[in-house]
């Protein structure tokens, strides 16, 4: 450190000189001043003093370098009146965080570790797939790197649905607020990300006549395992928790007994397959699917929709029946089957108790009457398994 300037007057030939250090001087070259008297070298050098103090010893050791890049940001901040102080401490502050944060995949991984023993396992499934679609897109990045359109961009494209677009930050988000209570990022940073508002609440999504087929037919091909499964959703409007509850046992020649322990609202009820579930039954007895939540994401993209599957969980060489373009639709497959079975000619009394709803049909009505037409029905439910003749005549309800 350059040792303190003194700012001694010494006589010369041409008067009183006195030196300024080039570590003071504002050239950034060492300097001399002269004077006519002793007396007015003095004052000089009182000066200069009172000048050095009162900007402290910091101010001496200031490279003209370092001035000068003083006095660029000093420039670059003058439209947003930020001092250079102020700007040293939020890149301080910005920094710190950066030093406290930590990759992505390192912090889900902990996080996934954590919530195992808190959750559900059907809660842990949809945390799971939260955490693989984040890791397939930032992989190692720290979190304090990732902005709030990088969030936007994996978790509500423009091709995104709202409900999907919903689901996905409200998943993301638990991890997300989770991490930066560690201080490994920001909250706001998932809270500005934006989803789309359903204008209609009442709104739903349901597969097409060829969207159905081709979910059946990816089903048969890839995964036949799974074909029990989609057949009492799509052609019986069992809820997907329930599906996954049921027991070979269940299926009886009197129907289907979804029994209290399987139905969402703990009542038991009864459901009669209709022909084309009967047909798909008879050739793939109901047997239970292991991997169930992998496997349906497999068919579902097999079948043309755009689901994320796990990477290597689909055989290499295994191509889609269609180029997934579609987001899969919410519920799909129960309001699939809603829609057409009253297009069909189900009354909404008999839906009612299928779906185990109670009170009145108002809300089937305002969700399916109109929904699809009478020929779309009639087409949807005569989907049937490969090889199988397709029923002459159709009885739905």
């Known amino acids: 450190m350059p040792r303190t300037p003194k700012f001694r007057p010494v006589k010369t030939k041409n008067g009183w000189r006195i030196n300024i250090p080039k570590t003071v001087a504002a050239s950034g070259k060492r300097e001399q001043q002269f004077f006519r008297s002793r007396d007015e070298a003095k004052e000089a050098r009182t000066r200069l003093l009172e000048n050095y103090s009162s900007h402290g010893t910091a101010a001496a050791v200031i490279s003209p370098a370092l001035a000068s890049d003083a006095l660029k940001a000093f420039e670059i901040l003058k439209p947003w009146d930020i001092t250079l102080t102020v700007a040293a401490q939020m890149v301080a502050k910005l920094k710190t965080s950066e030093d406290a944060s930590r990759p992505l995949n390192e912090a889900c991984r902990e996080w996934l570790k954590v919530k195992a023993a808190e959750v559900r396992p059907k809660t842990l499934e949809g945390y799971r797939a939260a955490a693989n679609k984040l890791i397939k897109a930032f992989a190692n990045h720290q979190l304090s790197d990732i902005a709030t359109e990088d969030l936007q961009s994996v978790l509500a494209p423009p091709e995104t649905n709202a409900s999907s677009a919903k689901a996905n930050k409200v998943t993301a988000r638990v991890f997300w607020l989770w991490a930066a209570e560690r201080g490994w990022c920001r909250a706001e940073v998932i809270q500005k990300v934006k989803v789309p508002k359903v204008q209609d609440k009442g709104e739903i999504e349901i597969l097409s006549v060829a969207e159905a087929t081709r979910l059946m037919e990816a089903a048969e091909k890839f995964y036949p395992q799974s074909v029990p499964m989609f057949a009492i959703q799509l052609f019986g409007g069992i809820r997907p928790e329930e599906a996954t509850r049921l027991r070979p046992s269940d299926f009886t020649d009197a129907g289907i007994e979804l029994s ?26 109901f047997q239970k699917c292991p991997n169930w939540t992998r496997i349906s994401r497999a068919v579902r993209y097999l079948a043309g ?6 990477p290597g969980f689909i055989d290499e060489g295994i191509k ?9 639709p919410q519920n799909a497959l129960r309001h699939s089957y809603a829609s057409y079975a009253v297009a069909a000619g ?22 399916y009457v109109g929904r699809a037409t009478k020929k779309d029905a009639l087409a949807y439910f005569s989907i049937v398994p490969e090889g199988v003749a397709k029923p002459k005549t159709i009885r739905v309800a």
């Open 346 to 367: 189900t009354p909404l009394e008999t839906l009612l108790w299928q779906f185990g709803h109670t009170g009145s049909p108002t809300v089937l009505r305002e969700h």
């Open 320 to 328: 889609p029946l269609a180029t997934p373009s579609k987001p899969w």
């Open 260 to 285: 209290a322990r399987i139905t969402k609202k703990g009542r038991r009820r009864n459901i009669e397959p209709n022909d084309v579930l009967k047909a798909w039954l008879k050739q793939y007895p």
């Open 305 to 310: 929709f755009k689901t994320w599957v796990e």
